[in-house]
T-cell receptor, first 111, second 115 residues
Framework: DAKTTQPPSMDCAEGRAANLPCNHSTISGNEYVYWYRQIHSQGPQYIIHGLKNNETNEMASLIITEDRKSSTLILPHATLRDTAVYYC????????????FGGGTRLMVKP | GAVVSQHPSRVICKSGTSVKIECRSL??????MFWYRQFPKQSLMLMAT?????????EQGVEKDKFLINHASLTLSTLTVTSAHPEDSSFYICSALPSGGNTIYFGEGSWLTVV
């Protein structure tokens, strides 16, 4: 699976949009971009994933560049409870293929 | 959404004893489950991949005789830490891939403290 690069930490003001970037310049055509987050002392929580098109669900939006070498996770109105480590992972959607976690981005939402 | 449950959430055991952690997929069947370990302030490290009805595949450096994984049904996988030592103290997290699905879901994690 391709490697991803994320900033180690970011701050965001409560109520504002949080934009978390991820670089995956070596992504292959069949690899999906997945986002998970881990709140302290809990298991990771699935947020969203996509292949080529932008995706949106009740939690977030995922914007993937046309060349697929980078993506941005957008939390439209960050709350204090969104403080967590956010992981961007690229993965082939083959049965049995695991998720490989990097360092992630520690997002701190401040009042 | 898909729910994965781990039990116990916290356990303390004495050095030299064994402890079992259960991982259940509550509302779906999972052909494949994954076990991770996470030390404080570090990322998750994959320990092994288990497929229902077959032997687990362990990552390099993970002792298969120490970390016994059983995936006897489509909804249950267990991790047994045998002859536990204090250095085995960690946060253990399981995840499950729904049969026929693509998205992996995680349990709440289990804190193991070996004293």
């Amino acid at each position: 699976d391709a490697k991803t690069t994320q900033p180690p930490s970011m701050d965001c003001a409560e109520g504002r949009a949080a934009n978390l970037p991820c670089n995956h310049s070596t992504i292959s055509g069949n690899e999906y971009v997945y986002w998970y987050r881990q709140i302290h002392s809990q298991g990771p929580q699935y947020i969203i994933h996509g292949l080529k098109n932008n995706e949106t669900n009740e939690m977030a939006s995922l914007i993937i560049t046309e060349d697929r070498k980078s993506s941005t996770l957008i939390l439209p109105h960050a709350t204090l409870r969104d403080t967590a480590v956010y992981y961007c992972i690229v993965r082939f959607n083959n049965a049995g293929n695991m998720l490989t976690f990097g360092g992630g981005t520690r997002l701190m939402v401040k009042p | 959404g898909a729910v994965v449950s781990q039990h116990p959430s916290r356990v303390i055991c004495k050095s030299g004893t064994s402890v079992k952690i259960e991982c259940r997929s509550l509302d779906f069947q999972a052909t494949t489950m994954f076990w991770y370990r996470q030390f404080p302030k570090q990322s998750l490290m994959l320990m092994a991949t288990s497929n229902e009805g077959s032997k687990a595949t362990y990552e390099q450096g993970v002792e298969k005789d120490k970390f016994l994984i059983n995936h006897a049904s489509l909804t249950l996988s267990t991790l047994t830490v045998t002859s536990a030592h204090p250095e085995d103290s960690s946060f253990y997290i399981c995840s499950a891939l729904p049969s026929g699905g693509n998205t992996i879901y995680f349990g709440e994690g289990s804190w193991l403290t070996v004293v």
